[in-house]
């Protein structure tokens, strides 16, 4: 039962929810500090587009590239920008990767972002944008500009400012999004109560002071700079590593729980946090989001590897196949299916050349408020990335022979 559940458990946590936590943390605060800077050289310089896309886009998480996308809609930017900070993104992956093997991660994310910058030059060159055809859809036209207001960007739609679900607003607090009503209300089941219990009294505070401890644990014991059987005599045989890894990620599914249990974490609120306050609580919520997932691949890896003796060398995923599976997996919007695929890479399931596919054509939660904005845009910016997508995966397959 420890090896079987409680170790990957344990491992999803300290392997990498711990730094995923403190990097989102980082990462939230420089945006927190500096984003507005990024977006008004960017809308100033519309040359230099592309470029600022791929550098958003390549780092860590979703917040970057989803800046971008109220600039599309407000035609700030161009859709090679757009397009190159999507196909740089790995999304809330490459937080998997980055606690995984930051060496690693340095090279992919290197790649990313030059193939994200040719990508978006050569849309911008080609002339390819979905807003400028003359003739837009229904997608596009709804809630862009609101009427006689003679080019003045309208606010954001809902579904764009709830991209990682209905009703989120700022900081957790709920938008109303429809008019209320004078119906009675129906009572609220237990768990519900409970769920919004928890909301209201923010378990990301509980989260941070257990992500401490854990940290502290996890870097000598993942770095091989203590022996984790001398340190579990040193507790009294309390391994440490293991009881903050399954709490840590127990308490990750509670947050995951409270936030309605989202495919997607990020959305324009979160990517611009307002105070350092909203800053660690996203990174909370994210940490815990990027955890539940790698748990997932984790326990499911390990239950199948031992259960049944397959160790992923059955799978179709090699060869030729295997990039267009990759790059077609890319294809689904949000975070969460990329992030347990990327695990089976970590487990050692799936080759290299499928991951770099997958990671090129990914677009993250980035594309789902870039939906609610610009239809059209969003389904030809997708199809797009994956064009890069087969094609690096391919040259990778070819050179490793």
């Known amino acids: 039962m420890t090896e079987l559940v409680l170790r990957p458990l344990a491992d999803a946590f300290m392997q990498v ?72 993104t790995m999304g809330d992956s490459s937080w ?38 003359g003739v837009a859809s229904r997608g596009d036209r709804g809630g862009i500009r609101a009427a006689g207001t003679a080019g003045r960007p309208a606010p954001i739609p809902a579904a764009a400012a709830v991209a990682g679900g209905v009703g989120a607003g700022r900081g957790g607090v709920d938008v109303a999004v429809h008019p209320p009503t004078t119906t009675a209300r129906r009572p609220v089941p237990a768990p519900l109560r409970l769920l919004g219990g928890l909301r209201r009294r923010d378990p990301a505070t509980a989260f941070w002071g257990l992500t401490t401890p854990a940290f502290a644990v996890s870097v000598p014991v993942v770095f091989q700079l203590v022996d984790p059987v001398a340190l579990t005599d040193t507790f009294g045989g309390v391994d440490p590593y293991l009881a903050l890894g399954v709490l840590g990620t127990l308490a990750a599914v509670v947050i995951f729980a409270a936030g309605g ?20 609580r996203h990174s909370a919520h994210e940490a815990s989001f990027v955890t539940v997932w790698v748990a997932v691949a984790y326990v499911g890896w390990q239950v199948l590897t031992t259960t049944t003796g397959f160790d992923g060398s059955q799978l179709a995923l090699t060869g030729l196949l295997g990039v267009l599976v990759g790059a077609g997996i890319g294809l689904i919007p949000g975070c969460a299916v ?16 499928t991951l770099l596919a997958n990671a090129v054509s990914q677009d993250g939660d980035a594309l789902i408020p870039l939906a609610a904005l610009r239809r059209r845009s969003a389904a030809l910016a997708t199809v797009i990335t994956t064009i890069p997508a087969a094609v690096v995966g391919t040259a990778v397959l070819l050179l490793l022979g």
């Open 17 to 88: 929810g711990v730094y995923v936590a403190v990097l989102v943390a980082l990462f939230g605060w420089l945006r927190w500090r500096y984003g507005d800077r990024v977006t008004d050289g960017l809308t100033n310089r519309p040359r230099l587009g592309p470029l600022v896309g791929a550098l958003l886009g390549v780092s860590p998480g979703c917040g970057g590239a989803i800046i971008l996308m109220p600039l599309y809609a407000w035609k700030k930017v161009s859709f090679g920008t757009v397009v190159a900070a999507l196909t740089a």
């Open 96 to 133: 998997v990767v980055l606690a995984w093997n930051p060496g690693f991660a340095l090279k992919l994310h290197l790649l990313l972002f030059a193939v994200g910058l040719v990508t978006g030059y050569v849309v911008d060159a080609v002339g390819i944008d979905p807003a400028r055809s």
């Open 261 to 280: 249990c989202r495919l997607a974490d990020d959305n324009l609120e979160t990517a611009l946090p307002g105070s350092l306050r909203e800053t660690l």
């Open 338 to 353: 990329q992030i347990v695929f990327t695990g089976l890479f970590i487990s050692g399931g799936l080759p290299l050349p």
